[in-house]
């Protein structure tokens, strides 16, 4: 069984910033695709961003110019750098791994929760 251990949520006025981070251990992290998504009160999970094996990124037309998804799989760990924070941003933050060729796999982190107040 894959985890994925995250951290970086937290209480940040609007503005503000916070970098999440999301690590694994294994030998599957640097060939899977890595994404954040969130879940508000209420709303469906959505997805934030994310960046394939080959670093190509993807992300919520929302959070464009805002938020940096970047990996380092000599640690296979994926960051979330989410500055300019809105009170809209205020959800749990999970994170995602997942590999679409075979062999095909896909795991979901704890979350953790991101408040942003006025």
């Known amino acids: 069984q894959v985890q994925l251990v995250e951290s970086g949520g937290g209480l940040v006025q609007a503005g503000g910033s916070l970098r999440l981070s999301c690590a694994t251990a294994?030998?599957?992290?640097?060939?899977?695709?890595m994404g954040w998504y969130r879940q508000a009160p209420g709303k469906q999970r959505e997805l934030v961003a994310s960046?394939?094996?080959?670093?190509?990124?993807n992300y919520a037309d929302s959070v464009k110019g805002r938020f940096t998804i970047s990996r380092d799989n000599a640690k296979n760990t994926v960051y979330l750098q989410m500055k300019s924070l809105k009170p809209e941003d205020t959800a749990v933050y999970y994170c995602?791994?997942?590999?679409?060729?075979?062999?095909?796999?896909?795991?979901w982190g704890q979350g953790t929760q991101v408040t942003v107040s006025y």
């Open positions: 995602n791994l997942k590999r679409t060729s075979f062999p095909r796999y896909e795991y």
């Open positions: 294994g030998n599957i992290f640097s060939t899977s695709t």
């Open positions: 960046i394939t094996s080959s670093d190509i990124t």
